[in-house]
C-alpha cells in the first residue's frame, strides 16, 4: 500500500516537471520577462539603465548586444531569478542595442529585450537614471503583484544634449554666485562714489572762499576797499568853474631887495618919456 503511494507521488513529479521542461521548451524567451527597458526607449551617454527582469536562472548572465547582434558591447553577472541590475552606457552605437539574459554563456537559451537607442553626447544636466529602484522588490507577472514603478523614461527628449531647451533655473551655486557678484559690484560702486565725493570735496575747501566773505576774504575784501578809498581822497576832480589857487606854505617870508637909494644915499630919477 505504501509502496503503491509512493510510487503514485513520483508519478505525479515526473509530470508536473514534464510539463515544465516542455513549457520552456515551447517558450521562445524561456520563462524570462523583462521589466525594464520597455519599448522605444532613447538614452544618451553615460545614462544609467536599471535592467529589471524575472527568470527561472540560478545564476544568469546579462549581455549587452548592439549592430545586429554582431557586436558584444558588455557582460556581467547578473543576480538569480528576479532581480535588478543597473547596466551604465558608456557606449555609442548607430544601431538599436538590447540586453540578453541567459543561463549560461552559450546562445539559444535565453532572451532578449526591447531594443532602445543611445545618443552618442551626454545630457548638459548630467546622466540620469532610468528604471525601476534597485532596491525595490519584484514581483513575477502572472502572480497578482504589482510591478516596480520606474524612476525614469528614456524617452524623454526634453532633457538630451541635442534637444535640451532647459527649465530657464538656475542651479544653487549658480544662483549663489550671482548674489554674490552682485554684492562686490555694489560695494565697488558705493566705495567709488565715497571717494570721488570725498575729493571734490576737499578741493573745494582748499581754494579760498573771497566771495562769500569768509575769514580772509572778508579782510582781504576790506583791504582793498580802504585802499580805494584813500586813493579816492588824493586825486580831486577838477572843475572849470572853480579852480582855487594853493599857496605853499612856508616858514621864511621873502624879504625885498634893498634899493640903490638906500644903498647909495642917491636920489633915483624917473627916466623921461
Aim: charged letters at 20%; glycine letters at 12%.
Amino acid at each position: 500500500m505504501k509502496a503503491r503511494h509512493v510510487t503514485r507521488c513520483l508519478a505525479i513529479v515526473a509530470s508536473l516537471t514534464t510539463r515544465g521542461v516542455a513549457g520552456q521548451e515551447d517558450d521562445p524567451d524561456h520563462g524570462v520577462v523583462f521589466i525594464y527597458p520597455t519599448a522605444d526607449q532613447i538614452y544618451n551617454l553615460m545614462d544609467t539603465v536599471n535592467v529589471t527582469y524575472t527568470s527561472p536562472f540560478p545564476t544568469p548572465n546579462l549581455y549587452t548586444f548592439c549592430d545586429g547582434g554582431d557586436r558584444q558591447v558588455s557582460l556581467q553577472r547578473a543576480p538569480s531569478y528576479n532581480s535588478t541590475v543597473p547596466v551604465v552606457l558608456n557606449f555609442t552605437s548607430a544601431t538599436p542595442c538590447w540586453f540578453n539574459l541567459r543561463p549560461g554563456t552559450d546562445p539559444g537559451f535565453g532572451a532578449n529585450s526591447k531594443s532602445f537607442t543611445i545618443i552618442g553626447q551626454e545630457r548638459r544636466s548630467g546622466s540620469r537614471v532610468f528604471g525601476p529602484d534597485v532596491t525595490s522588490s519584484i514581483t513575477p507577472s502572472g502572480t497578482g503583484g504589482t510591478k516596480p514603478t520606474q524612476t525614469g523614461s528614456g524617452n524623454d527628449s526634453s532633457d538630451t544634449a541635442q534637444t535640451n531647451t532647459g527649465s530657464g533655473s538656475l542651479s544653487t551655486g549658480a544662483s549663489a554666485g550671482i548674489g554674490v557678484g552682485a554684492a562686490v559690484g555694489a560695494l565697488v560702486l558705493s566705495g567709488g562714489a565715497f571717494f570721488w565725493w570725498r575729493r571734490k570735496r576737499s578741493r573745494r575747501l582748499s581754494r579760498p572762499n573771497i566771495k562769500d566773505g569768509g575769514a580772509d576774504g572778508g579782510e582781504m575784501g576790506q583791504e582793498r576797499s580802504d585802499d580805494k578809498n584813500s586813493a579816492s581822497n588824493l586825486y580831486m576832480p577838477l572843475d572849470s568853474g572853480h579852480n582855487p589857487a594853493l599857496e605853499l606854505d612856508t616858514e621864511n617870508r621873502p624879504a625885498e631887495l634893498a634899493s640903490s637909494t638906500a644903498a647909495t644915499g642917491a636920489p633915483r630919477h624917473e627916466m623921461a618919456a
